[in-house]
């Protein structure tokens, strides 16, 4: 069992604990164990495995206990009772947006909502909406976000399939039978979000290798089982394929089941000019004097269709194959390139770290600068830092910098940007920092022209070098608020202002269809994990797969350069402006 199943069975059980009604501060427990589970800095799994859990702040005996049988047993005999007094659809209302605890329980006890269809019914009927706590206009919104759910049921974010992807590939690879492993797919090809993953293996003995990965201890039901393919459940109805194939099939195999569908098309339309067919098993001659080449990868099926090799997040057919045909493909960005980041928080505001603490993960991971980038005070829900609060934490940040060496932490703020566009810090203190991350935190529902005019009046400041999260959107739960992006990168790349790449996994903001055209106006991109715990900075992983996606390279991204070379890129737009 991962940390994160873990940490979603406490807050499921904190969100049980109170639909019956129990003591507060018992839910409250439940709720500290799993954000501590989440973000704690070492394997707490194994510690916990280990009974060595003693000592750890906020977790008392009772879940100290629970961890263990977790880690030990891969189940929780307390959540499997606690959830067998409830419908088992009752856990669908937990994945409606604007539908917390407190309004899951109102609808449960008042008018026995138990399912997705039943919330979709009182709030249809008018039912809901006579119910202390619920309005028209909450109503409606609630009916808004069940569509949008229903339009991505069955997807799944990158960082929930991640773990499992990582967990699936290194349990194929262990097995003697098996002597090529790979994940093709959409997961392969980068996607923010996936609808199941594609597993791949080369042996001569797929009975052996398939019997393995049905018995997977990941696999919830086996839907199929065959001789050289079977599908599985994981966790949450996630589904898993594996296809078995020969060594010399694997290149062929590989190449078809990464995709895209489009890509694969184009592919094979090329191959017919050169006088051979391709498919998932090979290429076969279709005219005479043609011979069918030696194929070991899939570089060489490229080379064979003369193309330099087109990287997996570039194969959507939108004009890769062009660039591979005139040697015009982009040097990827790699996580390596990444010298530092910006936009993290701390629990100066709602972070679940000390600054210290992160900025020493930071170190760890061997970045050579960390930015810290806490709300300010209008983000009062996310207890952000009014002047005097700042002015503190930048006291702090020099005594701290003075402990390091080659390693700095920059100071910076996640300034809101109010509704009319204004800041909610004055420039005398934006121009203290190092750096200003502007973003949106509310006020969604403008009409494009004003939200886009509220950005653009943010980007014209001299102090705020990015923009944070551009769209606002939260994968599979929240569309993105009206902007029209590429207003927005035009006035970005007049100014100098950085667009942020968020890499949570939820936002992948802005989004990597934007990107090919934000370079190509010469915006510049900054890396940003957004991180809320020493955890989180590990999110570069996502931010950078979506970075590739959008043919990115390390040119193009800021926080690849050096210390001593970075701070120049963060003042340049100040120098130029004011
Ligand atoms: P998704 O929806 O997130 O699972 O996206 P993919 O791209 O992983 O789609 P999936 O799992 O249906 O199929 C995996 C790959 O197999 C797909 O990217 C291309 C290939 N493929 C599947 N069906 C077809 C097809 O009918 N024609 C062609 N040319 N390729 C296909
Ligand atoms: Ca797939
Ligand atoms: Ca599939
Ligand atoms: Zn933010």
Excluded at 169 to 189: D, K, P, T, W, Y
Excluded at 440 to 445: E, Q, S
Aim: with cysteine.
């Amino acid at each position: 069992m991962t940390r994160q199943d873990a940490s979603a069975i406490f807050e499921r059980i904190a969100t049980l604990l109170e639909l019956k009604n129990e003591n507060p501060f018992k839910t409250r427990a439940y709720r500290t164990g799993a954000e501590i589970v989440e973000s704690f800095s070492g394997d707490i799994m194994k510690l916990a495995a280990e009974n060595q859990l003693a000592g750890i702040k906020g977790l008392g005996e009772a879940l100290r206990d629970k961890l263990h049988e977790m880690a030990t047993t891969g189940r929780l005999e307390f959540y499997e009772k606690l959830k067998a007094e409830f419908p088992d659809t009752l856990f669908e209302l937990f994945d409606i947006q604007g539908l917390g605890p407190k309004k899951v329980t109102a609808l449960h006890s008042q008018l026995g909502v138990s399912s997705l269809a039943d919330l979709k019914r009182v709030c249809e009927d008018g039912t809901a909406a006579a119910i202390s706590g619920f309005g028209d206009k909450t109503v409606k919104k609630i009916l808004e976000n069940i569509a949008f759910h229903e339009q991505h049921a069955s997807e799944f974010r990158l960082d929930q399939v991640y773990p499992i992807v990582q967990a699936i590939l290194e349990a194929l690879r262990e097995h003697q039978n098996a002597s090529r492993v790979e994940i093709c797919g959409s997961f392969r090809r980068g996607k923010e979000t996936v609808h199941d993953l594609d597993f791949l293996v080369a042996t001569k003995q797929p009975d052996k290798v398939i019997e393995t990965f049905v018995q997977l201890p990941q696999v919830i039901d086996v839907i199929a089982k065959g001789p050289t393919k079977a599908s599985v459940h994981v966790k949450e109805g996630l589904q898993c394929d594996l296809r078995a194939v020969s060594s010399a099939e694997f290149p062929f195999a590989l190449a078809y089941f990464t995709g895209s569908k489009e890509h694969n098309v184009a592919i094979r339309g090329r191959a017919l000019d050169y006088g051979l067919s391709l498919n998932e098993y090979g290429f076969t001659s279709t005219k005479d004097g043609v011979s069918v080449p030696e194929i070991e990868d899939e570089r060489d099926i490229y080379r064979t269709l003369g193309l330099d090799y087109i990287e997996p997040e570039l194969r959507e057919n939108t004009g890769e194959i062009e660039a591979a045909e005139h040697g015009k493909l982009p040097r990827l960005i790699e996580l390596e390139n990444l010298r530092g980041v910006f936009h993290n928080h701390s629990t100066y505001s709602d972070g679940r770290a000390t600054l210290r603490e992160m900025a020493e993960a930071a170190h760890d991971l061997g970045m050579q600068y960390f930015g810290i980038a806490d709300h300010s005070k209008a983000s009062f829900q996310a207890n952000g830092l009014d002047e005097k609060r700042l002015q503190a934490q930048i006291a702090e940040i020099r005594e701290l910098n003075a402990e390091f060496e080659g390693f700095r932490i920059f100071t910076g703020s996640e300034v809101d940007i109010l509704k009319d566009g204004s800041l909610d810090f004055p420039d005398e203190i934006l121009a203290q920092l190092d750096y200003a991350v502007a973003s949106v935190h509310n006020v969604f529902n403008l009409p494009e022209a004003e939200m886009t005019k509220r950005i653009i009046k943010a980007i014209e400041n001299p102090y705020i070098t990015m923009i944070g999260h551009l769209t606002g959107r939260l994968l599979l739960q929240r569309p993105s608020y009206a902007v029209n992006v590429s207003a927005i990168l035009d006035a970005a790349a007049a100014t100098g202002t950085i667009i942020e790449l968020n890499a949570s996994g939820w936002r992948l903001d802005m989004d990597w269809r934007w990107w090919k055209l934000a370079r190509e106006k010469g915006v510049k991109c900054s890396i940003n994990p957004d991180a809320h715990s020493t955890q989180g900075l590990k999110d570069v992983i996502f931010g950078i797969r979506a970075a590739r996606k959008g043919w990115l390279r390390r040119e193009d991204v800021i926080n690849t350069l050096p210390l001593g070379e970075v701070e120049k890129a963060l003042k340049a737009k100040r120098r130029h402006t004011a």
